[in-house]
């Protein structure tokens, strides 16, 4: 719990990656309740708020149900992950009454570096300059274990990039959810 507590006291906030990175969370009914009691469990003694799945797969109809006030597992668009395609949407939207759902908006590094053998970040900024125009989510995965020191000189460059842009506003997952929730509720 040390890493836990040391995160939330620097102003991150906690979200729970699944139970296990196995591919099978949406297999069945009976293997997501099963594993929602144990990532409910676990979701409580962390604190987590929100929730990805592992890989970006997933059912939206098991998703509703999560006990989460936020997920991020279904991607806007990205025809790389084992389960392409995604909701089409670059703003945040409500899953259900209780939970919003932050559309993974740009490719992951995985995707970028691994996949498709970039060198360089031209096709994150691209992408983030296209959602900015939209007044979209701009929405990145990025893995720690791919974060070599010439990726993450790369990931430094894209956080000044997206500095260096007007009136983008950097928050996290609850303060969307919120803001979020605030507009659902003043709209006819």
Same mark, same amino acid.
């Given at each position: 719990?040390?890493?836990?507590?040391?995160?939330?006291?620097?102003?991150?906030?906690?979200?729970?990656?699944?139970?296990?990175?196995?591919?099978?969370?949406?297999?069945?009914?009976?293997?997501?309740?099963?594993? /929602?009691?144990?990532?409910?469990?676990?979701?409580?003694?962390?604190?987590?708020?929100?929730?990805?799945?592992?890989?970006?797969?997933?059912?939206?109809?098991?998703?509703?149900?999560?006990?989460?006030?936020?997920?991020?597992?279904?991607?806007?668009?990205?025809?790389?992950?084992?389960?392409?395609?995604?909701?089409?949407?670059?703003?945040?939207? /409500?899953?259900?009454?209780?939970?919003?759902?932050?559309?993974?908006?740009?490719?992951?590094?995985?995707?970028?570096?691994?996949? /498709?053998?970039?060198?360089?970040?031209?096709?994150?900024?691209?992408?983030?300059?296209?959602?900015?125009? /939209?007044?979209?989510?701009?929405?990145?995965?990025?893995?720690?274990?791919?974060?070599?020191?010439?990726?993450?000189?790369?990931?430094?460059?894209?956080?000044?990039?997206?500095?260096?842009?007007?009136?983008?506003?950097?928050?996290?997952?609850?303060?969307?959810?919120?803001?979020?929730?605030?507009?659902?509720?003043?709209?006819?």
């Amino acid at each position: 719990m040390g890493l836990i507590t040391e995160l939330k006291d620097k102003g991150h906030e906690i979200g729970l990656h699944g139970v296990r990175h196995d591919g099978r969370l949406f297999s069945s009914e009976q293997v997501f309740r099963s594993r /929602l009691q144990e990532m409910t469990t676990a979701a409580a003694y962390w604190g987590a708020q929100g929730f990805r799945s592992p890989s970006l797969l997933h059912r939206e109809d098991f998703l509703k149900i999560l006990p989460f006030r936020w997920d991020s597992s279904i991607p806007a668009w990205d025809p790389f992950q084992p389960q392409p395609g995604g909701s089409g949407r670059y703003l945040p939207y /409500l899953l259900s009454e209780t939970c919003v759902e932050l559309p993974v908006t740009l490719w992951q590094d995985f995707t970028l570096f691994e996949e /498709l053998q970039q060198k360089d970040i031209s096709i994150w900024k691209t992408q983030a300059d296209a959602i900015y125009e /939209l007044g979209g989510l701009i929405n990145l995965i990025v893995h720690p274990d791919y974060m070599d020191p010439d990726r993450l000189e790369m990931y430094g460059e894209f956080i000044d990039y997206l500095m260096s842009k007007e009136d983008l506003w950097f928050a996290l997952p609850s303060m969307i959810v919120e803001a979020e929730t605030d507009l659902e509720h003043r709209r006819p």
